[in-house]
């Protein structure tokens, strides 16, 4: 039961310069097992394949001592030691093009701390504008939400709590994520989060069963999906995480027409639905 809760205002935007080289770009396609050759400058970038213009620069000793390199942004330290993606929303009003200098504007919209019997959460909401120029309006908008933990006091189960899916619908592909994608994905988004790279944090600080898949692969995995098996072009989507996903084991991938957009999800290896996304196309 929450006792309290406390919201703190906007923050000021931290801007930063980015480039979306060639190379970084190969690098996706070589981790998604695509030719890198096929990747060239001038041409768009893959809707789904920014999250690399959106990593961290937070010094080594800056780092949280779970490894996580922040939020591209400074907020306060509220105590909570353990932190996992709750969800994002990504917008896009016009395509990057490869090779392209960018300028990023970061900034936490809002940090809700809740004060309860059970223990405090947080929940924090950055949000991120990638502009091609200064003047211009943004490409890309991305909002991203934190949840803000204290210590777990016993292991996670390894079976999530929502019931699995019953149905599944025909279009679908499954994906095992191994410990090389991971510290792929990791590498490229410059994220040091030990839940995904360090299995003893993994299983014996945050009681997790093994290492997790980062949220961020997991919604790069359905947005590819929809890109090459479906064929289609998000021009936004909107991604709830309810569930983790776990190194080595296989995930279900499915998609289908719902409500004049697509609904995509990923499903766990004992069909629990882990994440939801919810996609209006171009």
């Given amino acids: 039961m929450t006792t309290d809760s406390t919201a703190t205002s906007p923050s000021t935007a931290i801007s930063r310069d980015e480039v979306c080289t060639v190379a970084s770009a190969r690098r996706v ?108 309006g943004p490409a890309i908008v991305e909002t991203q939400t934190y949840l803000l933990l204290p210590a ?58 093994d290492l997790v898949v980062n949220g961020g692969f997991s919604t790069l995995m359905l947005t590819e999906f929809l890109r090459q098996e479906v064929a289609l072009v998000p021009s936004s989507y909107s991604v709830k995480h309810l569930a983790p996903l776990y190194c080595n084991r296989p995930v279900t991938l499915t998609a289908e027409a719902s409500d004049g957009g697509w609904r995509l999800k990923a499903f766990d290896d004992q069909q629990v639905l882990a994440v939801d996304m919810k996609v209006e196309i171009l």
């Fill in 29 to 136: 396609a070589s981790m998604l097992d695509l030719d890198p050759q096929s990747v060239v400058h001038g041409a768009a970038l893959p809707r789904g394949w920014h999250f690399f213009l959106l990593a961290g620069d937070t010094r080594r000793s800056l780092l949280r001592a779970d490894g996580f390199p922040g939020l591209g942004v400074s907020i306060p330290d509220l105590g909570l030691p353990r932190l996992m993606l709750g969800g994002r929303t990504v917008t896009f009003h016009k395509d990057i093009p490869i090779g392209a200098s960018l300028l990023r504007d970061s900034a936490v919209l809002n940090i809700d701390h809740k004060i309860r019997e059970s223990g405090d959460l947080a929940v924090v909401t950055i949000a991120h504008a990638l502009r091609l120029t200064a003047d211009d």
């Fill in 152 to 209: 777990r006091t016993e292991k996670a189960s390894a079976t999530p709590l929502p019931r699995a899916e019953t149905r599944l619908p025909r279009c679908q592909k499954i994906v095992i994520p191994d410990e090389t994608l991971l510290f792929q994905f990791s590498a490229l988004g410059f994220n040091s989060h030990r839940i995904h790279l360090d299995r003893d944090h993994a299983r014996n600080v945050e009681g997790f069963p």
